[in-house]
C-alpha cells in the first residue's frame, strides 16, 4: 500500500467514528427530544449535520476503493456499516488494523526484510 492509499484509509477511519456517532446519537436523541419537548428547530440542522457527514463518508470510501483496489464486497460491507447505528465504530476499528498493518508492510519493505511481491 502506497502512502496515498494509506492516507485514503486514514481519512476513512477519521470520518467513520462521527460519522457512525451521528445516527443514534443525533438524530435519535433529536427525535426523542422533540417528541418529549417543544424543542423542534434542533432536527432540521441535526439531519443536516448527519447527512453531511453520511456524504463525506461515502466520498472517502469511493476514494479509497478506487485507490486501494478493494473489492466490490467490501466496499457494501463498509457502506453498510455507515447505514447501521454504530456500524461505523466497527468499520473504524477494522480500518484502524489495516491501516497499522500497511505501515508495518512499508517498513518492511523499506528495510528490505520482505520480498516485493
Keep these: 500500500m502506497d502512502i496515498k492509499t494509506a492516507s485514503a484509509v486514514h481519512r476513512l477511519r477519521l470520518i467513520s467514528f462521527p460519522e457512525a456517532l451521528s445516527f443514534p446519537a443525533l438524530l435519535i436523541f433529536g427525535s426523542l427530544l422533540s417528541r418529549l419537548t417543544d424543542i423542534d428547530f434542533l432536527m ?3 439531519g ?3 447527512g ?3 456524504v463525506i463518508y461515502g466520498i472517502f470510501l469511493l ?3 478506487n485507490r486501494a483496489k478493494w473489492p466490490v464486497k467490501r466496499v457494501a460491507f463498509f457502506f453498510l456499516l455507515a447505514v447501521l447505528p454504530f456500524g461505523g465504530l466497527y468499520g473504524e ?3 484502524k488494523q489495516e ?3 500497511a505501515v508495518i ?3 518492511a ?3 528490505g526484510t520482505v520480498n516485493a511481491a
Design 44 to 46: 432540521k440542522p441535526l
Design 48 to 50: 443536516i449535520l448527519h
Design 52 to 54: 453531511i457527514l453520511f
Design 63 to 65: 476514494d479509497v476503493w
Design 93 to 95: 476499528k477494522l480500518l
Design 99 to 101: 491501516e497499522q498493518d
Design 105 to 107: 508492510a512499508s517498513r
Design 109 to 111: 519493505r523499506r528495510e
